[in-house]
C-alpha cells in the first residue's frame, strides 16, 4: 500500500522567509501529486498538481513543487511566505488513474508577522 | 465559492444514537464519492467511495454495516454513522470530482462535519 510522509509536523517562520515542506511517498508505480491547503475554519483547497510533464509544477498564490522521482519527492516551495499563508498543508497522492488519495499527517504552517 | 457541500457542520449525538451527514455536490454531478475521516493530528484517512446507484466500496477495516453509504442521486452521498460511541467522534470529511475526470478535474472537498458523541 502507498502512503505518504511529511516530516514537518509545525513550521514557524517570519513573512518573507522562503518555505520548502517536504513530502515523500512510497509507491513504485506512476503516481499523481497533490499539495492541498486548509486555511484555519476552511475546507482543502487544491494548491497544486502534478500528473505529468515537467515535474516543476507552478500553482496558486506563488507556491511550487518539485517531483524527483528518484527520491520519492513532491516538496512544496514559495520563496517569500506571506501572513496570509499561515494553513495546514497536506500531501497527497494517487495512483495513476484512481481517484483515491492517499493524504500525509499534514504540516502546520505558521507565519509571524 | 463551494461546490461541495457538506452538512451539518458538527452535531453532538449520544452514545446509541444514528448520525446522518450529507455530502452535495453543487455545480456538477458526481458518480463517485469518498469519504474520509481525520482524527486530531492526523491525517485524513479514506473510509469508503461512494458509487451513484449501486454499493459503496469501503476500505480496509472500516466497518459497512457501522458507516452506511447511500448515494442515490447523482448529487446527494450520505453517511450515516450507525449506532454511535465516542470513539466515532472524529471529523469527517466528503470528497467529489465531475465525471470523466483526469488532471483537469481535480476533487472537491466539503468542509467537514464534527461529530462527537458523548
Known amino acids: 500500500a502507498q502512503s505518504v510522509s511529511q516530516h514537518n509536523h509545525h513550521v514557524i517562520l517570519s513573512e518573507a522567509a522562503s518555505l520548502e515542506l517536504g513530502c515523500n511517498y512510497s509507491y513504485g508505480g506512476t503516481v499523481n501529486l497533490f499539495w492541498y491547503v486548509q486555511y484555519p475554519g476552511q475546507h482543502l483547497q487544491l494548491l497544486l498538481k502534478?500528473?505529468?510533464?515537467?515535474?516543476l509544477v507552478k500553482g496558486i498564490k506563488g507556491f511550487e513543487a518539485e517531483f524527483i522521482k528518484s527520491k520519492f519527492s513532491f516538496n512544496l516551495r514559495k520563496p517569500s511566505v506571506q501572513w496570509s499563508d499561515t494553513a495546514e498543508y497536506f500531501c497527497a497522492v494517487s495512483k495513476f488513474g484512481n481517484e483515491k488519495l492517499t493524504f500525509g499527517t499534514g504540516t502546520r504552517l505558521t507565519i509571524i508577522p | 465559492g463551494a461546490v461541495v457541500s457538506q452538512h451539518p457542520s458538527w452535531v453532538i449525538c449520544k452514545s446509541g444514537t444514528s448520525v446522518k451527514i450529507e455530502c452535495r455536490s453543487l455545480?456538477?454531478?458526481?458518480?463517485?464519492m469518498f469519504w474520509y475521516r481525520q482524527f486530531p493530528k492526523q491525517s485524513l484517512m479514506l473510509m469508503a467511495t461512494?458509487?451513484?446507484?449501486?454499493?459503496?466500496?469501503?476500505e480496509q477495516g472500516v466497518e459497512k454495516d457501522k458507516f452506511l453509504i447511500n448515494h442515490a442521486s447523482l448529487t446527494l452521498s450520505t453517511l450515516t454513522v450507525t449506532s454511535a460511541h465516542p470513539e466515532d467522534s472524529s471529523f469527517y470529511i466528503c470528497s467529489a470530482a465531475p465525471p470523466h475526470g483526469g488532471e483537469n478535474s481535480p476533487l472537491h472537498f466539503g468542509n467537514g462535519t464534527r461529530l462527537t458523541v458523548t
Open positions: 502534478y500528473f505529468s510533464g515537467d515535474p
Open positions: 461512494s458509487n451513484e446507484g449501486s454499493k459503496a466500496t469501503y
Open positions: 455545480d456538477f454531478q458526481a458518480t463517485t
